[in-house]
């Protein structure tokens, strides 16, 4: 069993910068894949980010390249997700995943078997 609890939500405008924290509780997460998605009203879970077990490879979606980092810190038991130049589109419930049957990064959000209970960030123009 592996315990997941977000934070670092808020409100912010748009051009301005959250920094979303994962920790992990019941299980070390450094063997194991972790991502970040979001749920925005009315739509389905999106994968925002994915890293491998060590930190030293990461995947985005498009749309937050260049604005949104992960990163970990395995020590902590922590992801994180930096985000800047938060757009209203960024809008959503954040969620992070880990995947406790590979090492393997994905961006199939169906591979993740334990959630956090997510962490909301509203972006107004």
């Known amino acids: 069993q592996v315990q997941l609890v ?12 959250l920094r979303l924290s994962c ?5 070390s997460i450094s063997r194991y894949a972790m991502v970040w998605s979001r ?3 009315g739509k389905g879970r999106e994968f925002v ?5 060590e ?6 979606l498009d749309s937050v390249k260049g604005r949104f ?17 938060l757009k209203p589109e960024d ?4 969620f992070c995943a880990i995947d406790t049957d590979s090492q393997w990064m994905t961006s199939y959000l169906d591979n993740y078997d334990y959630w956090g ?9």
Do not use: H
Request: proline share 2%; aromatic share 4%.
């Open 39 to 41: 749920q925005a009203p």
């Open 69 to 85: 980092t992960i990163s970990r810190v395995n020590a902590e038991n922590t992801m994180y997700l930096e985000m800047n130049n």
């Open 91 to 94: 809008t959503a419930v954040y």
């Open 55 to 60: 930190g030293s490879n990461t995947k985005y």
């Open 6 to 17: 977000e934070s670092g939500g808020g409100s912010v405008q748009a051009g301005g910068s």
């Open 49 to 53: 980010a994915t890293i491998n077990l």
């Open 23 to 27: 920790k992990a509780s019941g299980r």
């Open 117 to 125: 209970q997510g962490t909301q960030v509203t972006v107004s123009s």
